[in-house]
């Protein structure tokens, strides 16, 4: 029993009290030091310099929660075949209630006094030159309505059961109508929180008050904080001429990029816009065409001596997405130590490559191979038999040791 006591409190004292630490073997050899040395630098300086300046792996990050709200302003007015109109907010903007996406109209073409009954398609793609190529109760995917099996001989279309006269919108007007939205004003209105720093921002900044904002125009260089947009500078930085977008229609991103370092004071956190063209480009080749041009359709119902009739607007307009982005850093000490410790691992390339020169590469490698390890023979162990003797003591069976004998 002392014996095991004794065993076990020296392995103890091995575990608690000892240090190992690997054998090292110093090579003064000139190639083999270069190389270490040069791919300890390599390491250091993708350590300092991709993952801490670059990556900013010394730092957490978050993204932000966004709110958009949007406000135009601007009058537009249109003198169509003698009929005066003047078009305000309420008119040209879809939907009114300033949503982070919205359309605004540029262009539109419009079809009077339509009501519901039977006439004929337009001529064209729904020609006909008999009743049995109108195959009634079907339409066509470009059609106005359901086909009634009937062909017009006046016109040689397909009659429909359509809102009539049916739309003709193959003449798009030139110039737009509404030319005058170039001069509209868009105002923007952005707040964000950055919910794992407790940090929240808007758009309208330190020195950004309402005095500012009464008398400003954004602009890339004199003016970037500014949050009023002219709708014709927004289209020119987006790279489309606004008279080509505002006759076709098409869609516009206005991306609000906070990128922020926090470690820095949270007034130095400001927006910065950049402006998109979205769906093509006129300026594209004729095959990337198809994409461009953006149009919907809406209607005015009215009654008229007890009939009901509509005015439908084909709209061509210029459609605004307010596209938030945003990436906030702050140094922690998690992902510091973590890149820390990932780039001393990383120096351990540098010992492997070394030892692949040193020991298969050099002249003297076979010396090298013997400086660096150690080899050793197995001893074979010495065999013992050991004899008991064993002598039975009285009636309790209890068993005496009486000697022992050894035998090589």
């Known amino acids: 029993m002392t014996r095991m006591k004794s065993k076990i409190t020296s392995a103890l004292a091995d575990f608690f009290f000892e240090y190992e630490t690997p054998r090292q073997v110093l090579v003064r050899n000139r190639r083999v030091g270069v190389v270490c040395r040069l791919i300890q630098l390599g390491v250091l300086g993708y350590i300092i310099g991709w993952v801490f300046i670059y990556e900013k792996g010394y730092q957490s990050t978050d993204t932000a929660v966004s709110s958009v709200f949007t406000k135009m302003k601007g009058v537009g007015y249109t003198n169509v075949s003698g009929t005066e109109r003047v078009w305000d907010v309420a008119d040209y903007v879809f939907p009114p209630q300033g949503d982070a996406s919205f359309v605004v109209m540029t262009n539109y073409i419009v079809t009077e006094s339509q009501q519901m009954g039977k006439c004929p398609e337009l001529p064209g793609t729904h020609n006909c030159t008999s009743d049995g190529d109108c195959e009634g109760g079907s339409h066509k995917r470009t059609g106005h309505g359901q086909m009634t099996g009937v062909c ?68 890339p260089v004199t003016a970037p904080l500014c949050p009023i947009f002219k709708l014709g500078d ?43 063209g979205l769906y093509g480009n006129p300026a594209e080749p004729d ?122």
Not at 183 to 200: A, H, M, Q
Not at 340 to 348: A, E, K, Q, R, T
Not at 396 to 405: H, N
């Open 287 to 408: 095959k990337a065409k198809a994409s461009v041009g953006y149009n919907f359709r809406y209607a005015e119902h009215y009654m008229e001596n007890k009939t009901q009739k509509r005015t439908l607007f084909k709209v061509f307009g210029i459609r605004l997405d307010i596209i938030v982005q945003s990436l906030a850093r702050k140094f922690d000490i998690i992902p510091t130590l973590t890149a820390i410790g990932s780039g001393v691992g990383i120096f351990g390339v540098a010992t492997v490559v070394c030892d692949l020169v040193l020991l298969y590469l050099l002249p003297k490698r076979e010396f090298y191979k013997n400086m660096k390890f150690k080899y050793t023979d197995i001893q074979k162990p010495v065999s013992s038999n050991v004899k008991w003797t064993f002598k039975k003591k009285g009636k309790t069976g209890a068993q005496e040791l009486l000697s022992r004998s050894e035998h090589q």
């Open 234 to 276: 927004i289209v020119r930085l987006s790279g489309f001429s606004f008279e080509t977008i505002a006759k076709v229609g098409g869609a516009i991103g206005i991306v609000v990029d906070w990128t922020c370092n926090l470690d820095a004071n949270v007034k130095h956190c400001k927006p910065q816009y950049n402006f998109h």
């Open 152 to 219: 017009v001989n006046a016109t040689k279309t397909c009659e429909v059961l359509a809102w009539c006269p049916v739309e003709d919108d193959h003449t798009i007007p030139d110039p737009p109508l509404l030319m005058s939205a170039e001069n509209y004003t868009l105002f923007i209105k952005n707040s964000i929180t950055f919910p794992l720093f407790g940090v929240t921002r808007s758009n309208l900044v330190e020195g950004i008050d309402g005095g500012y904002i009464s008398k400003c125009l954004h602009d």
